[in-house]
């Protein structure tokens, strides 16, 4: 084992720190443009494969790229939620944690507690198994 690499790992470390120190905390304003230029979007673009599935499969079928793009945003703000990382206000969480949960075809509560036990049994080989995929 190198002795220099626990030494460059804390010299990482300490270089990331002040660049990710703002996005330790939630902000509203940049939570609520989140979900904003991930909802809008994500809706318009199924207006617009409804829409298109008259004209062209083809379009149709390149739009619904674009929208898997956004429906892994939700995924990615319901996972932040579910942690209560997302908003300050743990309601907030819950309530957009809900919505972005049902696009994605989830149960938020039973995923919320589920992942909470993943995370507390990340490693454990013989507790493995509840929250994970």
Same mark, same amino acid.
């Given at each position: 084992?190198?002795?220099?690499?626990?030494? +460059?790992?804390?010299?990482?470390?300490?270089?990331?720190? =002040? *660049?990710?120190?703002?996005?330790?905390?939630?902000?509203?304003?940049? +939570?609520?443009?989140?979900?904003?230029?991930?909802?809008?979007?994500?809706?318009?673009?199924?207006?617009?494969? *409804?829409?298109? *599935?008259?004209?062209?499969?083809?379009?149709?079928?390149?739009? +619904?790229?674009?929208?898997?793009?956004?429906?892994?945003?939700?995924? *990615?703000?319901?996972?932040?939620?579910?942690?209560? +990382?997302?908003?300050?206000?743990?309601?907030?969480?819950?309530?957009?944690?809900?919505?972005?949960?049902?696009?994605?075809?989830? =149960?938020?509560?039973?995923?919320?507690?589920?992942?909470?036990?993943?995370?507390?049994?990340?490693?454990?080989?013989?507790?493995?198994?509840?929250?994970?995929?």
């Amino acid at each position: 084992m190198n002795p220099n690499t626990t030494e +460059s790992q804390n010299a990482e470390h300490i270089r990331w720190q =002040p *660049i990710v120190a703002k996005y330790a905390k939630p902000h509203l304003g940049r +939570s609520l443009w989140q979900v904003a230029n991930t909802l809008i979007p994500y809706f318009v673009l199924w207006g617009l494969m *409804i829409w298109s *599935i008259q004209i062209s499969y083809w379009i149709t079928l390149g739009l +619904s790229v674009l929208a898997a793009g956004f429906l892994m945003r939700t995924f *990615i703000i319901f996972h932040d939620c579910g942690h209560g +990382s997302f908003f300050k206000s743990q309601k907030a969480n819950d309530f957009v944690g809900r919505i972005t949960a049902f696009l994605n075809f989830t =149960p938020y509560y039973r995923w919320k507690h589920d992942h909470a036990i993943h995370h507390a049994t990340a490693g454990d080989l013989d507790r493995r198994g509840t929250g994970d995929v």
